[in-house]
Nanobody
Framework: VQVVESGGGLVQPGGSLRLSCAAS????????MFWVRQAPEKGLEWVSA????????RYADSVKGRFTISRDNAKNTLYLQMNSLKSEDTAVYYC??????????????WGQGTQVTDSS
């Protein structure tokens, strides 16, 4: 199993970034997928989730209306469009697979993460 995040970087408050996650080694099209983040000196925070069929998405209150999760099952790729970024969005962002075939928020695979940093 391999999960590789990309797209992070330095961004000014109010800016945008698009994160990508390339997955392999499991049936991506059957998995609930998540974006999870960890800010400096803080614990993991669930950010967003998407059902395998893309017809259900969920967001943490802290990002609702600013972030959009999507997926391309043909490319085994997960995305996170982040707009109106705030300094508190600074974190390492991880792509994670749910352990079960429903939204359990228990993850069995995740990548090494991609850093998003406020440049101000």
């Amino acid at each position: 199993v391999q999960v590789v995040e990309s797209g992070g970087g330095l961004v000014q408050p109010g800016g945008s970034l698009r994160l990508s996650c390339a997955a392999s080694g499991f049936t991506f099209s059957s998995a609930w997928m998540f974006w999870v983040r960890q800010a400096p000196e803080k614990g993991l925070e669930w950010v967003s989730a998407i059902k395998f069929s893309s017809d259900v998405t969920r967001y943490a209150d802290s990002v609702k209306g600013r972030f959009t999760i999507s997926r391309d099952n043909a490319k085994n790729t997960l995305y996170l469009q982040m707009n109106s970024l705030k300094s508190e969005d600074t974190a390492v962002y991880y792509c994670a697979k749910d352990k079960y075939y429903y939204c359990s928020t228990s993850w069995d695979y995740w990548g090494q993460g991609t850093q998003v940093t406020d440049s101000s």
